[in-house]
């Protein structure tokens, strides 16, 4: 995972203060991207925010995230590895997190880690 901070989009405050997030039921997703997320980003789209191909060890749309909530502190559970096959997986600079339970807006991003450069996951 990132060592940056996430960075939150202006609609997480919103959604989440009107129940759009369920962070004991919902299922979040990690996508990877090549393309600068932006705080007005209100929904994950891979035909906008390309991702890499869903091949070689990345899955198409992101990779599930694990969230708990206990006691109202809300912290992601251990890492999302992914893991390149051969033919490697194409390169990103940005991870973005968002909920694909939500339909109000569909895929509804929380926020995004900049890696600060692009990385490649290849395969030695």
């Known amino acids: 995972m990132a060592t940056a901070a996430l960075n939150f989009v202006t ?3 919103p959604n989440l203060n009107n129940g759009q997030h369920d962070f004991d039921a919902d299922t979040f997703k990690f996508a990877l991207t ?8 209100t929904q994950f789209n891979s ?6 191909s869903p091949a070689n060890g990345y899955t198409t749309n ?12 809300v912290s992601l559970g251990s890492d999302v590895v992914i893991t390149a096959t051969a033919g490697g997986i194409g390169s990103f600079q940005y991870v973005i997190l ?4 939500s339909t109000t807006p569909t895929n509804a991003v929380i926020g995004w880690y900049d890696y600060g450069s692009a ?4 395969v030695d």
């Open 119 to 122: 990385i490649p996951l290849a």
């Open 34 to 41: 090549s393309v600068l997320p932006t705080v007005g980003m």
């Open 98 to 101: 968002y909920n694909s339970s």
């Open 62 to 73: 992101g990779h599930t995230a694990s969230i708990s909530d206990t006691g109202g502190v």
């Open 11 to 13: 609609s997480f405050e």
């Open 47 to 52: 035909g906008t925010s390309t991702p890499p």
